[in-house]
């Protein structure tokens, strides 16, 4: 797969998944020192110590104003990266507008009237019940993401034909492009239930 067509599949959770598998891992070993400890299994002396242990509140103390300034810049920067970490996960997918340059001036068109024409062309498909079409990627790199659902007995290899000749050929046309990177879902229309008598 291209570099170009990443964002046509899916917007990426790998680093999200990533940090919580980190961050999860971290704390179920603490958890895990902790009921050890708690338990008395590494002595009965540390069981019994506060969870602040004294030798490092005592470093701590006696490093001075350098000691107090790394731990907090440490929690500063934990701080900033959980942040940035939780606005990243949270930010909404971006949809692009598309911009034309003529003898006229510039035109822009919505990221909606793209996928509704691009939907529309879909669903004039033979074979094609539904059609669900969105516009992903940057204004410098848009690409497709489609989602079909297909009647039951519709020849695949005419669909994905008519989607790539007619559909796909006519956007990349219409917005100007060379290459117009698009992730296709196919899916097959629920059968209609049958009644038994």
């Known amino acids: ?18 940090a919580t598998a980190v961050v999860g891992t971290l704390a179920l070993l603490a958890g895990l020192l902790a009921l050890v400890v708690g338990a008395g299994w590494l002595g009965s002396d540390r069981a019994t110590r506060p969870v602040a242990d004294p030798v490092a509140v005592d470093w701590l103390g006696g490093s001075g104003v350098l000691g107090r300034l790394l731990a907090l810049l440490l929690g500063l920067v934990l701080l900033a990266l959980g942040v940035r970490w939780a606005v990243r996960a949270l930010r909404p997918e971006h949809h692009p507008e598309v911009e034309f340059d003529d003898a006229d001036g510039e035109l822009r068109v919505s990221a909606r009237a793209v996928t509704e024409a691009v939907q529309d062309d879909a669903r004039g498909i033979d074979g094609v019940s539904r059609a669900r079409v969105t516009l992903v990627g940057t204004e410098q790199r848009p690409a497709l993401r489609l989602l079909l659902a297909l009647r039951r007995g519709t020849d695949v290899r005419a669909v994905w034909s008519a989607l790539e000749h007619r559909v796909l050929g006519r956007a990349r046309d219409a917005l100007g492009l060379e290459r117009l990177p698009a992730a296709v879902h196919l899916e097959l229309d629920a059968a209609e239930g049958h009644r038994v008598r």
Request: charged share 20%; net charge positive.
């Open 1 to 18: 797969m291209s570099r170009s067509s990443h964002a046509a599949v899916a917007r990426s959770a790998t680093t999200e998944r990533t």
